[in-house]
Protein backbone atom coordinates (compact mmCIF):
# COMPACT_ATOMS: atom_id res chain seq x y z
CA UNK A 1 0.00 0.00 0.00
CA UNK A 2 3.02 2.26 0.56
CA UNK A 3 4.39 2.06 -2.47
CA UNK A 4 1.15 2.36 -3.87
CA UNK A 5 0.46 5.62 -2.03
CA UNK A 6 4.21 6.88 -3.00
CA UNK A 7 3.73 6.49 -6.46
CA UNK A 8 0.21 8.38 -7.06
CA UNK A 9 1.61 11.20 -4.85
CA UNK A 10 4.77 11.55 -7.05
CA UNK A 11 2.64 11.45 -10.67
CA UNK A 12 0.03 14.01 -8.87
CA UNK A 13 3.29 16.38 -8.31
CA UNK A 14 4.80 15.32 -11.77
CA UNK A 15 0.96 16.19 -13.65
CA UNK A 16 0.68 19.30 -11.04
CA UNK A 17 3.75 20.69 -12.31
CA UNK A 18 4.08 20.02 -15.91
CA UNK A 19 0.50 22.11 -16.17
CA UNK A 20 2.19 24.80 -14.35
CA UNK A 21 4.80 24.94 -16.56
CA UNK A 22 3.16 24.00 -19.58
CA UNK A 23 -0.43 24.35 -19.72
CA UNK A 24 -2.84 22.16 -21.17
CA UNK A 25 -0.36 21.09 -23.51
CA UNK A 26 1.18 18.54 -21.08
CA UNK A 27 -1.78 16.69 -21.13
CA UNK A 28 -3.25 16.97 -24.92
CA UNK A 29 0.71 16.54 -25.98
CA UNK A 30 1.64 13.47 -27.70
CA UNK A 31 4.28 11.90 -25.25
CA UNK A 32 3.48 14.66 -22.86
CA UNK A 33 3.98 14.37 -18.93
CA UNK A 34 0.56 12.64 -18.52
CA UNK A 35 1.34 10.02 -21.13
CA UNK A 36 4.96 9.33 -19.63
CA UNK A 37 2.73 9.24 -16.16
CA UNK A 38 0.81 6.79 -17.44
CA UNK A 39 3.65 4.80 -18.85
CA UNK A 40 5.47 5.08 -15.52
CA UNK A 41 2.39 4.24 -13.50
CA UNK A 42 1.90 0.85 -15.06
CA UNK A 43 5.81 0.06 -14.74
CA UNK A 44 5.51 0.70 -11.13
CA UNK A 45 2.37 -1.79 -11.44
CA UNK A 46 4.40 -4.37 -13.00
CA UNK A 47 7.70 -4.03 -10.52
CA UNK A 48 4.84 -4.61 -7.74
CA UNK A 49 3.70 -7.64 -8.81
CA UNK A 50 6.58 -8.94 -9.40
CA UNK A 51 8.33 -8.40 -6.35
CA UNK A 52 5.19 -9.73 -4.11
CA UNK A 53 5.58 -13.21 -6.26
CA UNK A 54 2.46 -11.94 -8.78
CA UNK A 55 1.46 -14.53 -11.31
CA UNK A 56 3.25 -14.42 -15.04
CA UNK A 57 -0.04 -13.91 -16.69
CA UNK A 58 -1.07 -10.97 -15.04
CA UNK A 59 2.59 -10.03 -15.17
CA UNK A 60 2.41 -10.01 -19.18
CA UNK A 61 -0.49 -8.11 -19.72
CA UNK A 62 0.66 -5.18 -17.27
CA UNK A 63 3.65 -5.02 -19.17
CA UNK A 64 2.28 -5.52 -22.64
CA UNK A 65 -0.44 -1.75 -21.24
CA UNK A 66 3.33 -0.32 -20.00
CA UNK A 67 4.58 -1.20 -23.52
CA UNK A 68 2.20 0.21 -25.12
CA UNK A 69 1.74 3.38 -23.33
CA UNK A 70 5.63 3.66 -24.36
CA UNK A 71 4.83 3.22 -27.72
CA UNK A 72 6.71 -0.12 -28.23
CA UNK A 73 4.14 -1.44 -30.00
CA UNK A 74 5.05 1.09 -32.87
CA UNK A 75 8.05 3.10 -32.49
CA UNK A 76 10.59 -0.12 -34.07
CA UNK A 77 8.15 -1.00 -36.72
CA UNK A 78 6.70 0.17 -39.56
CA UNK A 79 3.14 -0.57 -38.25
CA UNK A 80 1.44 -1.49 -35.30
CA UNK A 81 2.00 -4.85 -34.32
CA UNK A 82 -2.04 -4.73 -33.35
CA UNK A 83 -3.05 -4.00 -36.56
CA UNK A 84 -3.55 -5.93 -39.66
CA UNK A 85 -1.68 -3.62 -41.57
CA UNK A 86 1.83 -5.04 -40.71
CA UNK A 87 1.21 -8.85 -41.74
CA UNK A 88 -0.95 -7.95 -44.91
CA UNK A 89 1.62 -5.19 -45.99
CA UNK A 90 5.44 -5.49 -47.49
CA UNK A 91 7.20 -4.96 -43.68
CA UNK A 92 9.86 -7.04 -42.83
CA UNK A 93 9.82 -10.57 -42.11
CA UNK A 94 11.51 -9.82 -38.92
CA UNK A 95 8.81 -7.71 -37.89
CA UNK A 96 5.64 -9.57 -38.56
CA UNK A 97 7.29 -12.92 -36.85
CA UNK A 98 7.79 -10.68 -33.57
CA UNK A 99 4.15 -9.15 -34.20
CA UNK A 100 2.83 -12.93 -34.39
CA UNK A 101 5.02 -13.91 -31.38
CA UNK A 102 3.94 -11.18 -29.10
CA UNK A 103 0.28 -11.52 -30.03
CA UNK A 104 0.51 -15.07 -29.26
CA UNK A 105 2.28 -14.31 -25.86
CA UNK A 106 -1.07 -12.09 -25.07
CA UNK A 107 -3.20 -14.34 -26.13
CA UNK A 108 -1.67 -17.30 -23.82
CA UNK A 109 -1.61 -14.40 -20.65
CA UNK A 110 -5.53 -13.67 -21.52
CA UNK A 111 -6.29 -17.15 -21.81
CA UNK A 112 -4.44 -18.12 -18.78
CA UNK A 113 -5.62 -15.19 -16.74
CA UNK A 114 -9.68 -15.98 -17.77
CA UNK A 115 -8.73 -19.67 -16.40
CA UNK A 116 -7.07 -18.79 -12.97
CA UNK A 117 -8.35 -15.49 -12.32
CA UNK A 118 -11.27 -14.32 -13.66
CA UNK A 119 -13.66 -16.60 -11.31
CA UNK A 120 -12.19 -14.88 -8.08
CA UNK A 121 -12.58 -11.37 -10.00
CA UNK A 122 -16.30 -11.74 -10.82
CA UNK A 123 -16.42 -13.03 -7.06
CA UNK A 124 -14.91 -9.90 -5.52
CA UNK A 125 -16.99 -7.95 -7.61
CA UNK A 126 -20.09 -9.79 -6.90
CA UNK A 127 -18.97 -8.73 -3.06
CA UNK A 128 -18.25 -5.42 -3.97
CA UNK A 129 -14.40 -5.52 -3.19
CA UNK A 130 -12.79 -2.30 -3.72
CA UNK A 131 -9.70 -3.80 -5.64
CA UNK A 132 -12.39 -5.58 -8.69
CA UNK A 133 -14.69 -2.58 -8.77
CA UNK A 134 -11.27 -0.39 -9.16
CA UNK A 135 -10.10 -2.85 -12.45
CA UNK A 136 -13.18 -3.03 -13.62
CA UNK A 137 -14.12 0.94 -13.44
CA UNK A 138 -10.31 1.21 -15.14
CA UNK A 139 -11.24 -1.47 -18.07
CA UNK A 140 -14.64 0.92 -18.95
CA UNK A 141 -12.42 4.14 -18.81
CA UNK A 142 -10.22 2.69 -20.63
CA UNK A 143 -12.36 1.85 -23.05
CA UNK A 144 -14.05 5.41 -23.31
CA UNK A 145 -10.23 6.52 -23.67
CA UNK A 146 -9.77 4.25 -26.62
CA UNK A 147 -12.52 5.45 -28.83
CA UNK A 148 -11.59 8.72 -27.66
CA UNK A 149 -8.44 8.56 -29.35
CA UNK A 150 -8.43 9.99 -32.90
CA UNK A 151 -12.04 10.83 -32.67
CA UNK A 152 -11.57 13.58 -35.69
CA UNK A 153 -10.43 10.67 -38.13
CA UNK A 154 -12.80 8.52 -37.09
CA UNK A 155 -15.96 10.63 -37.45
CA UNK A 156 -14.83 12.22 -40.41
CA UNK A 157 -16.31 9.88 -42.93
CA UNK A 158 -19.68 10.47 -41.73
CA UNK A 159 -19.35 14.06 -42.79
CA UNK A 160 -18.13 15.59 -39.19
CA UNK A 161 -15.56 17.98 -39.07
CA UNK A 162 -14.65 18.63 -35.48
CA UNK A 163 -13.01 21.89 -34.96
CA UNK A 164 -9.54 22.44 -33.29
CA UNK A 165 -10.63 22.92 -29.74
CA UNK A 166 -13.13 20.12 -29.76
CA UNK A 167 -10.44 17.39 -30.45
CA UNK A 168 -7.93 19.21 -27.95
CA UNK A 169 -10.66 18.62 -25.09
CA UNK A 170 -10.77 14.81 -26.54
CA UNK A 171 -7.03 14.71 -26.07
CA UNK A 172 -7.57 16.13 -22.91
CA UNK A 173 -10.07 13.81 -21.84
CA UNK A 174 -8.19 10.29 -23.53
CA UNK A 175 -5.07 11.22 -21.99
CA UNK A 176 -6.32 11.78 -18.47
CA UNK A 177 -8.41 8.79 -18.31
CA UNK A 178 -5.90 6.57 -19.52
CA UNK A 179 -3.58 7.50 -16.70
CA UNK A 180 -6.75 7.18 -14.11
CA UNK A 181 -6.70 3.47 -15.76
CA UNK A 182 -3.03 3.11 -14.90
CA UNK A 183 -3.53 3.93 -11.67
CA UNK A 184 -6.62 1.40 -11.38
CA UNK A 185 -3.92 -0.92 -11.85
CA UNK A 186 -1.58 0.13 -9.38
CA UNK A 187 -4.24 0.64 -6.81
CA UNK A 188 -5.95 -3.08 -7.67
CA UNK A 189 -2.22 -5.31 -7.72
CA UNK A 190 -1.46 -3.04 -4.21
CA UNK A 191 -4.79 -3.96 -2.91
CA UNK A 192 -4.83 -7.58 -4.22
CA UNK A 193 -1.55 -8.25 -2.17
CA UNK A 194 -3.01 -6.62 0.86
CA UNK A 195 -6.04 -9.32 0.38
CA UNK A 196 -2.49 -12.57 0.19
CA UNK A 197 -0.98 -11.06 2.69
CA UNK A 198 -4.37 -11.01 5.04
CA UNK A 199 -5.55 -14.23 4.23
CA UNK A 200 -2.38 -16.04 3.58
CA UNK A 201 -3.45 -17.29 -0.09
CA UNK A 202 -1.07 -17.41 -2.89
CA UNK A 203 -0.92 -15.76 -6.11
CA UNK A 204 -3.43 -16.63 -8.81
Known amino acids: ?69 FDLDKAPFERGILGTGLYIGAA ?10 VIGLLV ?8 AGMRPFVT ?24 LDGIARKVAPLGVDLGSRTVEIARLAEESLELVFALSVLWTVALVQRGWRRDGSAPA
Open 1 to 69: MRAAILVTSAVALWVAIAIGLQGTSAIAREGGAVELASALVLLAALLLWLARGGGSAAAILIAALAARE
Open 124 to 147: ALRRGRIWALLLAGGVALAALAKS
Open 92 to 101: PFWQKAIGLA
Open 108 to 115: WALTRWAQ
